[in-house]
């Protein structure tokens, strides 16, 4: 093979087309014009003889078979050109599985003017600062990069991208990019406010529309949403139709008791139109209060169409595609299935995710992102220098990228933003623990009074923590067992290492009148020996701690002291002291407390007929050893043992 047809080979390899078979050189040539598109595939046998040109240079020709005569020498000087201008897909959008992220998802607002049950917590959102999200030329210089690195479709999402003030505007600039390679700019709404738009939307580029659509029932959809609004969203899609865009999709997401019964009504939109229809898994986000109940399998959902469709057929699905596609016969448009929950489409996932305050988020279900905006806002971070190192980062998130997400199992209890906010501000999702080693010298400078996000660190203190010591100020702490919506959840410990941990933990019993004490020192309650029975509660209670406390985990102790000792001052007291210890990835306070607690409540039980006063006080953790927040002691407590 010669060099010229070597260096094609490896220029249509780089774009994904390959020659099956080698092209033999002829005794006779003459220029042959552009294939158009498609797949190049070569049936060449013993050429035939052509035209000698004896005043051209073969390698400056390239040759097919004569089925694809005639055609026109400026499309064989584009193609050409093409040939000689493609390169490989760029490394930074490349994972470690060899996918590639060719499709970015941009949220332009965290606004949204519905309040869909299984996006949006029911309290809201506190909205960021404007100052924490990104400007539209923020936007726009993110879109060039990701172009210019090898994305060829954009999708528009946020919250809702209709309510923010410039969109018609915003849409128009980055339809200005298929220029430098753009093919594709879509975009995700909810069509409350989309018609009146929507011409102007096209003509600035928009190419595909996704609407949100969940029910077609009045009644219904103000549930669902908290909002009235259904007739204008039918609007929006007649609209879309008139304008001809395709794909034109409606997502639906499908619930248990809610809207599955709507099905077939969704699929008599398909009927007539050229619509389709995608059911959706219903996925856990926080503060959707997601439950296994709700949600309605992909299998569940096609078998209950067979049983009015029997004929429906598999058609061939969008490549990269969320969607399992099928077809009714007969019918214009499709359906479809999203099966996030059941059947994950990680293995072909080309997506990418810049949420509204500049966060790169690589998957859906992956809390940890890392953020482009502080990057751009370093000094010099929009120049060319700015842009290598943006794209540095990028790689390395990229590249951090698991081959797939977690199971339904995990995925219910995994903390992770609100839907409506993949495009929010840091303040209100919980902790995540970022994975991504980023260079130090890629991340921007930090100014005295500047937050550090996105770039986690933990470290355990050198020494033992005291209760005076300088603590976070208050509106940086969070409580982890609580959502930003205010629902409770138990925190995931699967990634944490296995420790030694140890707490201990105090309990008062103050009596009062001196006739319990008695009875406890000369072993003559009725009820039997008061210390005894009480120490063996506490264990008990140790033991039992995760069925009586919800979210605390199931983990295996490896030793459980219960200690009391009777005080004579005034009425008398009884103080109790636990020491609970693990190997495990959590601490075992609560087992301590637990232990605490129980024995102090034997205590009361038995010595209740003699006096009905009793307080229990004073019930704390005093200690505690091990874990990533290290060591703490509460300050002036003095340990003690039974004598």
């Given at each position: 093979?010669s060099?010229?047809?070597?260096?094609?080979?490896?220029?249509?390899?780089?774009?994904?087309?390959?020659?099956?078979a080698?092209?033999?050189?002829?005794?006779?040539?003459?220029?042959?014009?552009?294939?158009?598109?498609?797949?190049i595939?070569?049936?060449?046998?013993?050429?035939?003889?052509?035209?000698?040109?004896?005043?051209?240079?073969?390698?400056?020709?390239?040759?097919?078979?004569?089925?694809?005569?005639?055609?026109?020498a400026?499309?064989?000087?584009?193609?050409?050109?093409?040939?000689?201008?493609?390169?490989?897909?760029?490394?930074?959008?490349?994972?470690?599985?060899?996918?590639?992220?060719?499709?970015?998802?941009?949220s332009?607002t965290?606004?949204?003017?519905?309040r869909?049950?299984y996006?949006?917590?029911?309290?809201?959102?506190?909205?960021?600062?404007?100052?924490?999200?990104?400007?539209?030329e923020?936007i726009?210089h993110?879109a060039?990069?990701?172009?210019?690195?090898?994305?060829?479709?954009?999708?528009?999402?946020?919250?809702?991208?209709?309510?923010?003030?410039?969109?018609?505007d915003?849409?128009?600039?980055?339809?200005?990019?298929?220029?430098?390679?753009?093919?594709?700019?879509?975009?995700?709404?909810?069509?409350?406010?989309?018609?009146?738009?929507?011409?102007?939307m096209?003509?600035?580029?928009?190419?595909?529309?996704?609407?949100?659509?969940?029910t077609?029932?009045?009644?219904?959809?103000?549930?669902?949403?908290?909002?009235?609004?259904?007739?204008n969203?039918?609007?929006?899609?007649d609209?879309?139709?008139?304008?001809?865009?395709?794909?034109?999709?409606?997502?639906?997401?499908?619930?248990?008791?809610?809207?599955?019964?709507?099905i077939?009504?969704f699929l008599?939109?398909?009927?007539d139109?050229p619509?389709?229809v995608?059911?959706?898994?219903?996925?856990?986000?926080t503060?959707n209060?997601?439950?296994?109940?709700?949600?309605?399998?992909?299998?569940?959902m096609?078998?209950?169409?067979?049983?009015?469709?029997?004929?429906?057929?598999?058609?061939q699905?969008?490549?990269?595609?969320?969607?399992?596609?099928?077809?009714?016969?007969?019918?214009?448009?499709?359906?479809?299935?999203i099966?996030?929950?059941?059947h994950n489409?990680?293995?072909?996932?080309?997506?990418?995710?810049?949420?509204?305050?500049?966060?790169?988020?690589?998957?859906?279900?992956?809390?940890?992102?890392?953020?482009l905006?502080?990057?751009?806002?370093?000094?010099?971070?929009?120049?060319?220098?700015?842009?290598?190192?943006?794209?540095?980062?990028?790689?390395?998130?990229?590249?951090?990228?698991?081959?797939k997400?977690?199971?339904?199992?995990?995925?219910?209890?995994?903390?992770?933003?609100p839907?409506?906010?993949?495009?929010?501000g840091?303040?209100?999702?919980?902790?995540?623990?970022?994975?991504?080693?980023?260079?130090l010298?890629?991340?921007?400078?930090?100014?005295i009074?500047?937050?550090?996000r996105?770039?986690s660190?933990?470290?355990?203190?050198?020494?033992?923590?005291?209760a005076t010591?300088?603590?976070?100020?208050?509106s940086?702490?969070?409580?982890?067992?609580?959502?930003?919506?205010?629902?409770?959840?138990?925190?995931?410990?699967?990634e944490?290492?296995?420790?030694t941990?140890?707490?201990k933990?105090?309990?008062?019993?103050?009596?009062?009148?001196?006739?319990?004490v008695?009875?406890?020192?000369?072993?003559?309650?009725?009820?039997?020996?008061?210390?005894?029975i009480?120490r063996?509660?506490?264990i008990m209670?140790?033991?039992?701690?995760?069925?009586?406390?919800?979210l605390?985990?199931?983990?295996?102790?490896s030793?459980?002291?219960?200690n009391?000792?009777?005080?004579?001052?005034?009425?008398g007291?009884?103080?109790i002291?636990?020491?609970?210890?693990c190997?495990?990835?959590?601490?075992?306070?609560?087992?301590?407390?637990a232990?605490?607690t129980?024995?102090?409540?034997?205590?009361?039980?038995?010595?209740k007929?003699?006096?009905?006063?009793?307080?229990?006080?004073?019930?704390?953790?005093?200690?505690?050893?091990?874990?990533?927040s290290?060591?703490?002691r509460?300050?002036?407590?003095?340990e003690?043992?039974?004598?």
């Amino acid at each position: 093979m010669s060099a010229l047809s070597t260096a094609v080979g490896r220029a249509l390899t780089g774009r994904g087309i390959h020659i099956q078979a080698a092209l033999q050189r002829p005794t006779s040539y003459t220029t042959i014009h552009k294939i158009p598109g498609g797949s190049i595939v070569s049936n060449a046998v013993a050429a035939p003889a052509y035209i000698q040109n004896t005043d051209r240079s073969f390698e400056n020709d390239i040759f097919v078979p004569p089925t694809r005569p005639n055609l026109p020498a400026t499309k064989f000087s584009d193609r050409m050109a093409a040939i000689k201008e493609a390169k490989p897909f760029s490394e930074f959008l490349t994972d470690n599985f060899n996918r590639q992220h060719n499709y970015l998802r941009i949220s332009v607002t965290e606004r949204c003017n519905l309040r869909c049950l299984y996006c949006m917590p029911e309290e809201g959102i506190d909205l960021s600062p404007p100052s924490h999200l990104l400007t539209t030329e923020e936007i726009l210089h993110l879109a060039k990069l990701f172009v210019s690195q090898g994305v060829t479709k954009i999708r528009l999402t946020g919250g809702e991208p209709t309510v923010r003030k410039d969109i018609v505007d915003l849409i128009a600039e980055l339809g200005k990019l298929k220029a430098i390679g753009l093919k594709e700019l879509a975009m995700t709404t909810n069509g409350i406010s989309l018609a009146r738009k929507l011409p102007q939307m096209v003509e600035g580029g928009l190419t595909a529309l996704n609407l949100s659509l969940d029910t077609l029932d009045e009644f219904k959809f103000q549930f669902m949403t908290r909002r009235k609004g259904l007739s204008n969203v039918l609007k929006s899609i007649d609209t879309a139709l008139s304008l001809n865009i395709q794909p034109l999709k409606v997502n639906c997401v499908v619930m248990n008791k809610v809207n599955v019964d709507e099905i077939p009504s969704f699929l008599a939109m398909t009927k007539d139109r050229p619509i389709e229809v995608r059911f959706i898994e219903y996925m856990p986000f926080t503060g959707n209060k997601w439950e296994s109940g709700k949600m309605i399998t992909y299998q569940a959902m096609l078998d209950q169409i067979r049983q009015s469709h029997p004929d429906l057929q598999k058609v061939q699905d969008h490549k990269n595609d969320t969607s399992k596609t099928y077809q009714i016969p007969g019918y214009k448009g499709k359906l479809g299935f999203i099966t996030s929950m059941t059947h994950n489409f990680c293995g072909t996932c080309n997506r990418l995710r810049i949420t509204s305050d500049g966060n790169i988020k690589v998957c859906l279900f992956d809390n940890a992102e890392v953020s482009l905006r502080d990057m751009m806002r370093a000094e010099g971070g929009m120049g060319p220098e700015g842009e290598k190192k943006l794209l540095e980062v990028i790689g390395v998130a990229v590249k951090g990228k698991k081959e797939k997400h977690v199971g339904l199992g995990e995925l219910e209890s995994m903390p992770n933003r609100p839907m409506i906010l993949i495009g929010n501000g840091y303040r209100r999702r919980p902790p995540s623990k970022t994975t991504y080693n980023i260079p130090l010298h890629l991340l921007p400078p930090l100014h005295i009074g500047q937050s550090v996000r996105a770039y986690s660190t933990s470290g355990k203190p050198d020494r033992p923590v005291t209760a005076t010591d300088s603590q976070e100020p208050v509106s940086a702490q969070k409580l982890t067992h609580v959502l930003p919506s205010g629902a409770a959840h138990m925190v995931p410990i699967h990634e944490k290492a296995v420790t030694t941990r140890t707490a201990k933990a105090i309990s008062t019993i103050k009596f009062s009148n001196p006739d319990a004490v008695k009875l406890i020192r000369s072993n003559s309650n009725k009820k039997g020996d008061v210390l005894s029975i009480s120490r063996i509660a506490g264990i008990m209670a140790a033991k039992k701690t995760p069925e009586i406390i919800p979210l605390c985990h199931p983990i295996s102790i490896s030793k459980v002291q219960v200690n009391l000792r009777v005080v004579d001052d005034g009425n008398g007291a009884i103080e109790i002291l636990t020491i609970v210890t693990c190997d495990g990835k959590t601490g075992v306070e609560m087992e301590a407390l637990a232990a605490a607690t129980g024995a102090a409540l034997t205590v009361y039980d038995m010595c209740k007929a003699v006096d009905k006063g009793m307080v229990i006080d004073g019930t704390r953790v005093v200690e505690k050893v091990g874990g990533q927040s290290g060591d703490w002691r509460e300050e002036g407590w003095v340990e003690w043992s039974e004598s």
